[in-house]
């Protein structure tokens, strides 16, 4: 080949890479630029943790210190006083399977914690802390940490269990919660005063895993963002007790988990009263929410609905339980910053059991909401009055009653009092889907009611 063909050749050989090594960038470009838009947002936020998929922290406690350390052996600890100092120390750590009881003890915590996911997930640097299948008894005891994620009583791990007794914690640092557990854990607590001033700090909570928490007789009281009286990732119970969050809501759950009281007084200041939501942080499974309350009194401040949610599957239950609230707005359902854009709203179910019930009921385009009044529930309100919801049905047995404040928009409406006797109007008009099945009793008619307002159907 002479020289001048070798050189076209050479041109046009370099020309080509060019152009396809141009194509492949433009091509992986696309395609991470695809991939990103398919990614759900992850926002910062105060209840919200790294996307699902990231390196999760280890279970594993072999390089936690305490200052007293009980490993695999049973031991009693009476009128002692612990101190632990050092970050990362726990005052008390059981682990493999160790048994202990503690009475009339003191047990003080400082000294930082070196990882959030360590302290909220595993219970490093927690003042005390159980783990892998120990057990535990605390009786007339007091608890005291001034530190960043220093948990008062920490359980983690199957089979772990811890019993309290007669045992006053108060924390001041961030993400220092009263009881927590996590990794099926599980914490039973009578008579317990419990007080976090910091950030992060529900003064009953759960975390990654599910842990069970159930408490008798306990005083609650939080001041810091973030700090509901009662946060749930797992299942939290509490009876006859009160609570008090200064800085956020009465109660929180987070994925397929639940929270349960019976005769308990709740009060929120923050936002919402009670919220039921999804973060997809990972630290909850995806599933229902459920709220339960009876003969319990639930009090809002906050400028938001009484019950929001976002996100997720919720049921609430709520029987003979007192709702103080001045926001007008009973439930919102809707979207906000945590999910996918487009599918983030809610699928809410209340049901009330001889309830009183004041305040307007509120869904957004990709939100349902159904409402069960039962056994005497009387309703003061409207129902998606702003024709916003995807689905909104309400369904009365023949002893509840509404009270219609303005014009509704119902997707399915079935009352077991088919004269309609148990609904005033007020002059107002409820609109119907004639198109459901359910509706069919309505036979797709206008029905006047004697106070001036009608049912008919949606045209």
């Keep these: 080949m002479n020289k001048n063909l070798f050189r076209i050749w050479a041109v046009g050989l370099i020309i080509a890479l060019a152009v396809g090594f141009s194509i492949c960038n433009a091509q992986a470009d696309e395609t991470l630029q695809k991939t990103a838009q398919e990614q759900p947002p992850f926002l910062p936020g105060d209840m919200q943790g790294p996307p699902p998929g990231e390196m999760q922290p280890t279970k594993d406690i072999s390089t936690f210190k305490g200052a007293y350390i009980l490993d695999g052996v049973k031991g009693k600890l009476i009128g002692k006083t612990i101190g632990a100092q050092g970050e990362n120390e726990n005052a008390i750590l059981l682990k493999n399977g160790a048994e202990l009881t503690l009475e009339n003890g003191i047990l003080n915590k400082?000294?930082?914690?070196?990882?959030?996911?360590?302290?909220?997930?595993?219970?490093?640097?927690?003042?005390?802390?159980?783990?892998?299948?120990?057990?535990?008894?605390?009786?007339?005891?007091?608890?005291?940490?001034?530190c960043e994620g220093s948990n008062a009583i920490f359980a983690t791990g199957d089979q772990t269990k811890v019993m309290v007794q007669d045992v006053k914690i108060h924390t001041k640092g961030n993400s220092s919660r009263g009881l927590d557990a996590t990794y099926n854990g599980t914490i039973i607590a009578d008579d317990v005063h419990i007080t976090t001033e910091g950030a992060h700090c529900a003064p009953l909570?759960?975390?990654?895993?599910?842990?069970?928490?159930?408490?008798?007789?306990?005083?609650?009281?939080?001041?810091?963002?973030?700090?509901?009286?009662?946060?749930?990732?797992?299942?939290?119970?509490?009876?006859?007790?009160?609570?008090?969050?200064?800085?956020?809501?009465?109660?929180?759950?987070?994925?397929?988990?639940?929270?349960?009281?019976?005769?308990?007084?709740?009060?929120?200041?923050?936002?919402?009263?009670?919220?039921?939501?999804?973060?997809?942080?990972?630290?909850?499974?995806?599933?229902?929410?459920?709220?339960?309350?009876?003969?319990?009194?639930?009090?809002?401040?906050?400028?938001?609905?009484?019950?929001?949610?976002?996100?997720?599957?919720?049921?609430?239950?709520?029987?003979?339980?007192?709702?103080?609230?001045?926001?007008?707005?009973?439930?919102?359902?809707?979207?906000?910053?945590?999910?996918?854009?487009?599918?983030?709203?809610?699928?809410?179910?209340?049901?009330?059991?001889?309830?009183?019930?004041?305040?307007?009921?509120?869904?957004?385009?990709?939100?349902?909401?159904?409402?069960?009044?039962?056994?005497?529930?009387?309703?003061?309100?409207?129902?998606?009055?702003?024709?916003?919801?995807?689905?909104?049905?309400?369904?009365?047995?023949?002893?509840?009653?509404?009270?219609?404040?303005?014009?509704?928009?119902?997707?399915?409406?079935?009352?077991?009092?088919?004269?309609?006797?148990?609904?005033?109007?007020n002059g107002h008009t409820i609109y119907y889907n004639a198109n459901e099945t359910e509706n069919s009793w309505l036979e797709g008619e206008t029905h006047n009611l004697a106070d001036g307002g009608k049912i008919e159907p949606l045209k």
């Design 110 to 146: 400082v000294g930082d914690t070196t990882s959030g996911d360590g302290s909220n997930f595993n219970g490093q640097n927690a003042v005390f802390l159980a783990a892998s299948n120990s057990k535990a008894t605390i009786k007339s005891s007091e608890i005291y940490s001034n």
């Design 205 to 425: 909570a759960t975390d990654r895993g599910e842990g069970t928490v159930t408490v008798d007789n306990a005083v609650l009281s939080s001041s810091g963002e973030g700090s509901p009286c009662i946060y749930s990732t797992g299942n939290i119970t509490a009876d006859n007790s009160v609570g008090s969050a200064s800085g956020s809501e009465c109660a929180v759950i987070e994925g397929k988990n639940s929270i349960t009281i019976n005769n308990t007084s709740l009060t929120g200041n923050v936002k919402n009263g009670v919220m039921l939501y999804q973060s997809f942080s990972g630290d909850a499974n995806t599933g229902i929410a459920r709220f339960t309350a009876k003969d319990s009194t639930l009090t809002s401040n906050a400028a938001g609905a009484m019950f929001y949610v976002t996100n997720t599957q919720a049921e609430v239950t709520l029987e003979n339980t007192n709702l103080n609230f001045s926001s007008g707005v009973l439930i919102n359902v809707t979207s906000d910053r945590w999910g996918r854009e487009g599918v983030n709203g809610g699928d809410f179910t209340f049901t009330g059991i001889r309830q009183k019930l004041v305040g307007d009921i509120l869904a957004n385009s990709i939100s349902k909401i159904t409402v069960n009044l039962t056994q005497n529930t009387s309703f003061s309100g409207a129902i998606n009055k702003y024709k916003t919801a995807k689905m909104a049905s309400l369904n009365m047995d023949a002893k509840s009653f509404w009270n219609v404040t303005d014009d509704s928009y119902v997707t399915i409406f079935t009352d077991a009092d088919q004269t309609l006797s148990n609904i005033k109007t």
